[in-house]
């Protein structure tokens, strides 16, 4: 499916731990399309840097330093500018109730931290060259 965003596609983070938050930037680094515009490790943080700028793609953990990010999808979900975002979980919480909740407050894509980076990534290829696979969120 194609989706209505064209490329440079701005990308923010939320991700707790710093050696996951680190590799995710290193390895982001050189797909065209995609640009890093920011990162947090909790709730409040997250919450505040995305009132003052607007993100393509969201792709955030579940567990945080401070609160959760299906926390922070409840609190995005009030502002309007933040519901075009493609949003991403990436994260060890993998269970079928998450899977479900994260669909329902508009997460599209759902990656296994121990097992998908890869497909994560090449999701974000894709979406930097403009194209995108639909997937849901839903649990296999």
């Known amino acids: 499916m194609n989706h209505p965003l064209s ?20 390895s982001f680094a050189d797909i065209p399309g995609i640009t890093l515009i920011g990162h947090a490790d909790s709730e409040d943080e ?22 959760n990010g299906i926390n922070l999808l409840r609190r995005l979900g009030s502002q309007p500018q933040q519901n075009k975002q493609i949003r991403i979980i990436f994260s060890n919480n993998v269970s079928k109730g998450y899977h479900r909740l994260a669909g329902q407050l508009g997460v599209q894509y759902f990656f296994d931290k121990t097992s998908e980076f890869t497909d994560m990534r090449e999701l974000l290829e894709q979406l930097g060259n403009g194209t995108v696979p639909s997937r849901s969120p839903k649990a296999d």
């Open 7 to 26: 490329p440079p596609l701005q990308v923010f983070l939320i991700e707790d731990s710093s050696l996951v938050r680190e590799l995710v930037i290193e």
């Open 46 to 67: 997250a919450f505040d840097q995305l009132e003052r700028q607007r993100c393509d793609i969201l792709i955030l953990d579940i567990q945080l330093r401070q609160g």
